[in-house]
């Protein structure tokens, strides 16, 4: 018995996980911030950590981070709306030419997003969301280290377990901010 071309096709594709969705939010909307929630980043300016929580959600970091405030808190510009939420965030800043950059997420969650900004230059940069070794979905963007940063997020089918950020070593470092998590946000975003 042969099995018609759509009887195979339908059956690849029941095969195939529903965390094939994986969309990209470009801009801090307000779908977005009323959305998820945001994570505050506590401590002094150059006390330094590995993680962040706010009780519910905690972020683990694969290096050590400096808190930093923007600007004149160590950290000298940030992006503007409608880019950023804000254009003085309190950050958490990695100085040196580190290349790769993993934030895990002990709560998995189906939407996470956080502003990112090189510490010099013109850098691509990208962040490669995962449910355990699975990739979601990867985000690549070219950011300006004066005045620059953008939202990296994205909301998916499937829980967003890690992040991996792929940066140039002459970006000579970066900062992050605004760490937002929740559930799935639909439609445009």
Same mark, same amino acid.
Request: glycine share 12%; charged share 5%.
């Given at each position: 018995?042969?099995?018609?071309?759509?009887?195979?096709?339908?059956?690849?594709?029941?095969?195939?996980?529903?965390?094939?969705?994986?969309?990209?939010?470009?801009?801090?909307?307000?779908?977005?911030?009323?959305?998820?929630?945001?994570?505050?980043?506590?401590?002094?300016?150059?006390?330094?950590?590995?993680?962040?929580?706010?009780?519910?959600?905690?972020?683990?970091?694969?290096?050590?981070?400096?808190?930093?405030?923007?600007?004149?808190?160590?950290?000298?510009?940030?992006?503007?709306?409608?880019?950023?939420?804000?254009?003085?965030?309190?950050?958490? &800043?990695?100085?040196? *030419?580190?290349?790769?950059?993993?934030?895990? %997420?002990? =709560? $998995?969650?189906?939407?996470? +997003? #956080?502003?990112?900004?090189?510490?010099?230059?013109?850098?691509?940069?990208?962040?490669?969301?995962?449910?355990?070794?699975?990739?979601?979905?990867?985000?690549?963007?070219?950011?300006?280290?004066?005045?620059?940063?953008?939202?990296? &997020?994205?909301?998916? *089918?499937?829980?967003?377990?890690?992040?991996? %950020?792929? =940066? $140039?070593?002459?970006?000579? +470092? #970066?900062?992050?901010?605004?760490?937002?998590?929740?559930?799935?946000?639909?439609?445009?975003?």
């Amino acid at each position: 018995m042969r099995l018609r071309p759509v009887v195979l096709s339908a059956l690849f594709l029941a095969g195939i996980p529903a965390f094939a969705q994986f969309t990209v939010i470009s801009q801090p909307t307000a779908a977005y911030t009323s959305g998820t929630t945001l994570m505050t980043i506590p401590g002094a300016n150059f006390s330094t950590t590995s993680s962040l929580t706010d009780g519910i959600e905690t972020l683990t970091f694969s290096n050590t981070v400096d808190v930093r405030t923007v600007p004149g808190g160590g950290w000298a510009t940030w992006g503007s709306p409608p880019n950023t939420e804000g254009n003085t965030p309190k950050v958490l &800043a990695i100085t040196t *030419g580190l290349t790769s950059f993993t934030i895990t %997420l002990g =709560v $998995p969650q189906n939407t996470f +997003g #956080f502003e990112l900004e090189p510490n010099s230059g013109t850098q691509v940069i990208t962040a490669t969301y995962f449910n355990g070794g699975t990739v979601l979905g990867t985000i690549t963007q070219t950011i300006v280290g004066t005045a620059g940063a953008l939202l990296s &997020a994205a909301s998916a *089918g499937s829980p967003i377990t890690s992040v991996v %950020l792929t =940066v $140039p070593a002459g970006a000579s +470092g #970066f900062a992050m901010a605004r760490f937002r998590y929740g559930p799935q946000i639909g439609g445009t975003v």
